[in-house]
């Protein structure tokens, strides 16, 4: 079928306004434009890639799609930029897990699988990046989760950075995105939980609190040791024993993702 003239338009228009959203995407990415910047106002655009307005409009509607811009309309609008980071890779991760139906039981045994290893490259990393940098700040995270045992959803929460922190400092660039956006939706699941039980008055005890608040404190020695087989001996079996308290009232939940607690969380990277 013949086309019209208005159809060979819109064609011309999509491919020019497709080849402006790949020019500012490998911008963006390559930290040319960097996050929470504003892209050149339309005319600017307009006059440097030398095309329609339409097409401008519509390489900006393909960014916002694509998560990468937000236009803002009025006096005041302009195209806010927002470069990809571990919170935005977590987001997808877990809406694409959720659209598989993939159940919390199975979140963890990925966890319980890669995070040991996080832990075990944290104790192979220099004396100095271990004594100075990581153990300290984990000491901190012990610190404030003993002040916080006798308060469940808050000793969780305490709990998540301690693991956050542990998988933020494996010096793999690809394991510390990939497991720290697991981490990330497991800790969705986990407060969720805490939250929960606490108001049924069901929340582990103080006793079980306090064998998990020892795990720790016995995995930050060995990390600061630089044991690293220990240091994934502890981490797995502690992950083991308390994924058991979550996944007996979540055995047949569905990863939640998409929920407000998990945009907020993923936001926060």
């Known amino acids: 079928m013949e086309r019209t003239g208005s159809e060979h338009v819109r064609i011309g228009q999509m491919r020019m306004a497709e080849q402006v959203a790949a020019a500012l995407r490998d911008r963006i990415l390559a930290g040319g434009i960097t996050d929470g910047s504003t892209l050149p106002k339309q005319e600017e655009l307009v006059a440097e890639f030398g095309v329609s307005h339409p097409s401008v409009r519509e390489a900006l509607r393909i960014l916002e799609t694509e998560g990468f811009v937000t236009v803002l309309r009025g006096n005041r609008g302009g195209a806010i930029v927002h470069a990809p980071d571990i919170g935005t890779a977590g987001y997808a991760l877990g809406l694409t897990l959720q659209a598989m139906q993939v159940g919390v039981p199975d979140l963890g045994a990925a966890l319980a699988t890669l995070e040991p290893l996080c832990a075990a490259h944290c104790a192979q990393r220099s004396d ?82 306090a064998v998990a608040q020892r795990a720790h404190e016995r995995l930050v020695e060995s990390i600061e040791q630089g044991d690293a087989d220990e240091a994934a001996r502890i ?31 993923f936001r926060r990277g």
């Open 235 to 265: 981490a797995g079996e502690h992950l083991t024993a308390t994924q058991r308290w979550v996944c007996r009232s979540l055995k047949d939940r569905v990863i939640d993702a998409a929920s407000s607690r998990s945009r907020m969380r």
């Open 128 to 209: 100095r990046d271990r004594k100075r940098v990581l153990a300290p700040r984990l000491r901190e995270l012990l610190a404030e989760s003993e002040g916080c045992i006798d308060d469940g959803a808050a000793f969780t929460r305490s709990s998540r950075a301690f693991h956050d922190t542990v998988v933020g400092f494996d010096p793999n660039v690809t394991l510390r995105v990939v497991v720290k956006s697991l981490t990330s939706l497991w800790s969705v699941q986990e407060e969720a939980w805490a939250d929960a039980q606490v108001s049924r008055g069901s929340y582990p005890s103080r006793a079980d609190r």
